[in-house]
């Protein structure tokens, strides 16, 4: 006869009081893992108005939500959800960007230095005398007259901007200047954003269904102005 073990009692209180153990563990490591590091601002990107207004896809009208830049980068999907950022699409977009941006990867007017009032001064510079060189490149400068540069200093060469001719500067929301003394980059609604895809007849899934469903109509009414043809 075949022989079955049924456990007692005590054995199964152990067991019981092991897996509580174990799920209060699992919840405990949750809650103990490392919030995500707060970025510090730049020149171009200040405040979570200019963050959000760079970004683009409407998310500057949830600025007032977020008190402050640290409130900001420090909430998750769920918290951004309780503040009313909706639709999810819109969450995941948003996060994907605080990343991006504690990664450094920025887009147009990212690294610029020198930034007043969201705008940027850029300017063609050409190396020392004591380089001979027909190199011609933009740099960012001080918007304002009266700062008074070292010799040393180096001005920031940002990327995306290149000279064309003699002195234009061509690159992402550059407006030149009067008689080519430069151009302005100004912090511009969307000029990070990353544009939505547009689906074509419902998107991957549903594009055969669309594309039968549209033969079938199109086969009716071909149907119908043939059978009123004949009479």
């Known amino acids: 006869m075949k022989t079955v073990l049924v456990p007692s009692t005590s054995s199964l209180r152990f067991l019981r009081s092991a897996n509580i153990l174990g799920a209060g563990q699992a919840r405990w490591l949750h809650k103990t893992r490392p919030a995500p590091a707060i970025p510090q601002p730049k020149p171009f990107v200040p405040d979570v108005?200019?963050?959000?207004?760079?970004?683009?896809?409407?998310?500057?009208?949830?600025?007032?939500?977020?008190?402050?830049?640290?409130?900001?980068?420090?909430?998750?999907?769920?918290?951004?959800?309780e503040l009313g950022i909706e639709p999810p699409r819109n969450r995941r977009y948003l996060l994907?960007?605080?990343?991006?941006?504690?990664?450094?990867?920025?887009?147009?007017?990212?690294?610029?230095?020198?930034?007043?009032?969201?705008?940027a001064l850029l300017k063609v510079a050409t190396p020392p005398a004591s380089i001979v060189s027909d190199a011609k490149y933009v740099v960012n400068v001080p918007p304002d007259e009266e700062t008074v540069l070292e010799e040393s200093q180096i001005l920031p060469r940002p990327n995306g901007y290149t000279?064309?001719?003699?002195?234009?500067?061509?690159?992402?929301?550059?407006?030149?200047?009067?008689?080519?003394?430069?151009?302005?980059?100004?912090?511009?609604?969307?000029?990070?954003?990353?544009?939505?895809?547009?689906?074509?007849?419902?998107?991957?899934?549903?594009?055969?269904?669309?594309?039968?469903?549209?033969?079938?109509?199109?086969?009716?009414?071909?149907?119908?102005?043939?059978?009123?043809?004949?009479?």
Do not use: C
């Open 49 to 81: 108005q200019t963050f959000l207004t760079l970004i683009g896809r409407g998310l500057n009208k949830h600025a007032s939500k977020f008190p402050s830049w640290e409130s900001l980068f420090s909430l998750t999907s769920p918290q951004l959800k």
């Open 96 to 119: 994907q960007w605080m990343q991006r941006y504690r990664e450094g990867a920025l887009g147009p007017g990212g690294d610029f230095q020198y930034v007043k009032d969201g705008r």
């Open 163 to 231: 000279v064309r001719g003699l002195k234009s500067i061509a690159g992402p929301y550059a407006t030149p200047l009067p008689q080519q003394a430069g151009a302005i980059v100004k912090v511009t609604e969307g000029m990070w954003e990353h544009r939505q895809g547009r689906k074509i007849d419902g998107g991957e899934r549903r594009r055969a269904e669309i594309r039968f469903k549209r033969r079938s109509v199109e086969r009716r009414a071909e149907r119908e102005a043939e059978a009123q043809a004949g009479f």
